[in-house]
């Protein structure tokens, strides 16, 4: 008899039917539902030891026009691309680190262009 018990006894117990999926949609739900709140929270930021944001504006700036000069031509598509990989070189190049910080950031730390819109935005006019 204690054999037969053992046999029925189940270490979970039984879904009906659709329950099971219910069970698994609510559980996927949830881990989007907080990757969703953990990731958006964070966002990349440039920082450097003792600069300000007068000093982070104008490094910026001529990292900017800097980048935008080395691109002949209209700023479009590829061109977008170049300048930000000059642009962030030479943020690097003057001791600015890049980091994903949580919100609200550590004070030093900057935005920066971080889209190809802001980007194009400001490298619509040549010097």
Not at 7 to 28: I, K, N, Q, T, W
Not at 45 to 73: I, N
Not at 98 to 125: H, T
Request: with cysteine.
């Amino acid at each position: 008899m204690l054999d037969s018990y053992r046999r029925s006894a189940r270490p979970f117990p039984r879904l009906y039917p659709g329950e099971a999926m219910r069970r698994s949609g609510r559980v996927l739900l949830l881990a989007a539902i907080l990757a969703a709140a953990l990731g958006g929270c964070a966002r990349y930021y440039w920082m450097k030891a003792g600069s300000t944001a007068e000093q982070f504006d104008r490094d910026s700036r001529e990292c900017v026009l800097e980048a935008k000069s080395t691109v002949p031509g209209p700023v479009s598509g590829l061109a977008v691309d170049v300048i930000d990989q000059r642009y962030r070189t030479c943020l690097a190049g003057r001791g600015y680190v890049r980091e994903k910080q949580f919100d609200p950031p550590a004070a030093g730390s900057y935005r920066g262009i971080e889209s190809e819109e802001e980007l194009a935005a400001s490298a619509v006019s040549k010097p």
